[in-house]
T-cell receptor, first 113, second 118 residues
Framework: TQLLEQSPQFLSIQEGENLTVYCNSS?????LQWYRQEPGEGPVLLVT?????EVKKLKRLTFQFGDARKDSSLHITAAQPGDTGLYLC?????????????FGTGTRLTIIP | NAGVMQNPRHLVRRRGQEARLRCSPM?????VYWYRQLPEEGLKFMVY????????ESGMPKERFSAEFPKEGPSILRIQQVVRGDSAAYFC????????????????FGPGTRLTVL
């Protein structure tokens, strides 16, 4: 069974600060996705990283896939209240028949104005 | 260009009743996934269906839960004789491609159905 552990589980910071969320596993993934989920809604895909070491930027959000494709990080610069939400990483397995998404445990982010 | 639609958004059932959750995938998508989410937790995979076929039901409880995706109409997740432990948010996601054809396996999620069992 592939597991994805996210840390921290909860994070509350002031507007304007920087933060990093981590997604770790002992398993290798063919790709890894990050989602943001707001209360009462479904997850919304933010980015997909595929290549080991890949870095993608989405405005103030920077996503990195680990060299070994076992871990990923999400860095937010100058956080804003609109960044508040539940951040989920999800990995796609590498084996035939195991391509379904495995979701991480989630990081609940609160940005205080 | 409607996204994934789920109904009802909220469903209240008493113990022992049946719950039926519906999911209409995005237009052109023939691959549907169901997930369950408990409060403050991530999503847990339940079942993957294509039209008229269950492809992977490894995440489905062995009893009381069933899913279908008929040739016409929405996908249905059915929970018989509900218990309090079934209370959760149930999300449906759809994709235009089977996972094997895309290493991305990007999925588009509906707003979820929040099931409360009294």
């Amino acid at each position: 069974t592939q597991l994805l552990e996210q840390s921290p589980q909860f994070l509350s910071i002031q507007e304007g600060e920087n933060l990093t969320v981590y997604c770790n596993s002992s398993s290798v993934f063919s790709s890894l996705q990050w989602y943001r989920q707001e209360p009462g809604e479904g997850p919304v895909l933010l980015v997909t990283v595929v290549t080991g070491g890949e870095v993608k930027k989405l405005k103030r959000l920077t996503f990195q896939f680990g060299d070994a494709r076992k871990d990923s990080s999400l860095h937010i610069t100058a956080a804003q209240p609109g960044d508040t939400g539940l951040y989920l990483c999800a990995g796609v397995g590498t084996n035939f028949g195991n391509e379904k998404l495995t979701f991480g445990t989630g990081t609940r982010l609160t940005i205080i104005p | 260009n409607a996204g994934v639609m789920q109904n009802p958004r909220h469903l209240v059932r008493r113990r022992g009743q049946e719950a039926r959750l519906r999911c209409s995938p995005m237009k052109g998508h023939s691959h549907v996934y169901w997930y369950r989410q408990l409060p403050e937790e991530g999503l847990k995979f339940m079942v993957y269906l294509q039209k008229e076929n269950i492809i992977d039901e490894s995440g489905m409880p062995k009893e009381r839960f069933s899913a279908e995706f008929p040739k016409e109409g929405p996908s249905i997740l059915r929970i018989q004789q509900v218990v309090r432990g079934d209370s959760a948010a149930y999300f449906c996601a759809s994709s235009p491609y089977p996972p094997i054809l895309s290493s991305y396996n990007e999925q588009f999620f509906g707003p979820g159905t929040r099931l409360t069992v009294l």
